[in-house]
Structure formats: structure tokens, C-alpha cells
């Protein structure tokens, strides 16, 4: 049970796909609602592994971890979302109706979308429109924990940083958790970078 504004905590955490070749030993987060932290690393060092972990669709080999709702952008947005129905009726599905009647065009405008493009199938979407659609969801999912990863390498770079600072400005609502190979990203957005390559802390 979490108290406070922690909105994750993993504690001791042992994991890899080879118990003799373990990708986290002991590893311990806690993340506040407010709070941005940057997962850096190269590719295999086991950033999406971590968010795997988090929803629950990897176990632990040891330690516990445990959250608060849960929302995830991913770096391949064709994979969220089915390809057969519209991306409106994707949003609906998951999404408090009143709470989209009060934001759902607040947050289009800010994420330059418009109803035209929430009335198209998938497959008709650029990646990058596609990647606004799935911020667009996860935002109105209202999440206490925000899983970003690589989010925003599919969109040109203006668009990529009003994206980012609509994230942070959502941050009184919840804390963030995000993947990216870019550094200067990293050192602009984050209170804490953990880099996976070393596995240590700076604040």
C-alpha cells in the first residue's frame, strides 16, 4: 500500500531473463506525484523491461513493486491501438465520460489533434498524429503513474518539445517514469536519471 504522494515504489527488485545473468540486483525506486524520472541506457540494458515489470506483465524473481493507476505511452504507437476501429471509439472504451466532456478539447488543442483525426481508423494516421492520439488517451486516463517511453522520437522536434511540456505540466496530477536515449532530454526534464549502463542515482 503506498501512502503520501508516492505513487511507485520498487523494493529490492532481482530480475532477468537468465536468473545467472540478472539485468536488476536489488534495484529501489520510489517516485512521488510531481516527480520526473529519467531512465536512460543503451538498448538490452532493460528500460522497456522495467515497464514490463511495472504492469505487472513481467514478475519479479525477487522484491515487490507497487503502484498507483497506471498509463503508458509506448515508442510504436500502431501497436496500441487496434487497427479495425476508429481511434475515437479506442479512447471511449477506456476513458471516464465526463472527465473527456471537460478535457477532450483542452487537450486536442494542445496536442494540435482535431475530431477529423479522432474519426479515422489507425492505418490512416501519420505516426506522429497516431503517437499524439496515444498521449491524448493516456492523458485522459487520468494515470497517477505515467509510463513514457521514447514517446516523442516519432515527432518533428517542436512538436516533440510542446508535447514534453504538456507531460510536465501534468505533473501536479501524477509522477512520470521516462525512457529516452537522449540525454539532453533527460537532463532537461528529469529531478533523477537513473542510467542502466551503471545503475546508479543522480539526483
Not at 478539447?105 to 498524429?129: D, V
Request: net charge negative.
Amino acid at each position: 500500500m503506498l501512502t503520501n504522494d508516492l505513487v511507485l515504489k520498487i523494493e529490492n527488485l532481482d530480475f532477468g531473463y537468465d536468473k545467472n545473468d540478472l539485468i536488476y540486483k536489488d534495484f529501489n525506486l520510489e517516485l512521488k506525484k510531481g516527480e520526473l524520472v529519467a531512465i536512460t541506457g543503451q538498448s538490452g540494458k532493460g528500460k522497456t523491461t522495467l515497464f514490463e515489470l511495472i504492469c505487472e506483465n513481467l514478475k519479479p524473481l525477487k522484491g515487490k513493486i507497487v503502484s498507483k493507476k497506471v498509463s503508458s505511452i509506448y515508442q510504436d504507437p500502431y501497436s496500441s491501438f487496434h487497427p479495425s476501429h476508429k481511434v475515437l471509439n479506442q479512447i471511449l472504451d477506456v476513458v471516464d465520460k465526463n472527465y473527456l466532456d471537460n478535457n477532450l478539447n483542452r487537450l486536442c488543442n494542445e496536442l494540435q489533434l482535431n475530431n477529423e483525426l479522432l474519426e479515422k481508423k489507425p492505418h490512416q494516421l501519420s505516426g506522429g498524429q497516431l503517437q499524439r492520439c496515444s498521449i491524448l488517451r493516456s492523458l485522459l486516463m487520468q494515470p497517477e503513474l505515467l509510463l513514457v517511453d521514447e514517446a516523442t522520437s516519432a515527432l518533428d522536434n517542436i512538436i516533440a518539445l510542446e508535447v514534453m511540456q504538456l507531460l510536465i505540466k501534468n505533473l501536479d496530477r501524477c509522477g512520470i517514469v521516462l525512457i529516452t536515449h537522449d540525454i539532453s532530454l533527460a537532463n532537461w526534464s528529469a529531478d533523477k536519471i537513473i542510467d542502466l549502463d551503471r545503475l546508479y542515482e543522480r539526483v
